[in-house]
């Protein structure tokens, strides 16, 4: 995953904010995924144009962090929702 890297998401999915929270459907495996608010900002990011770096960038000014933190936990999400196939590069 280099900071350049752009990511879509898979098709087949749904979304929906319930009680609050971002809730994605995998309609291909039947999996139902909740979000936290840091994984819902990452998510809305997420449109096979923006890169990875702008992503941290975004994540670290929302929540007021470093960008070495916001570095850790994008990459970190992104990685997760690329192993349950939710996004694709």
């Known amino acids: 995953m280099n900071a350049l890297s752009t990511y879509k998401k898979s098709a087949d999915l749904v979304e929906q904010v319930v009680d609050g929270e971002l809730v994605v459907l995998d309609q291909d495996s039947g999996q139902i995924h909740q979000f936290n608010a840091t994984a819902s900002e990452i998510w809305m990011c997420i449109d096979g144009k923006t890169a990875t770096d702008e992503i941290i960038s975004r994540i670290a000014e929302h929540f007021s962090i470093e ?22 590069t």
């Open 67 to 88: 960008l070495e933190v916001a570095k850790k936990d994008v990459e970190s999400t992104l990685q997760q929702l690329h192993e349950q196939n939710l996004i694709e």
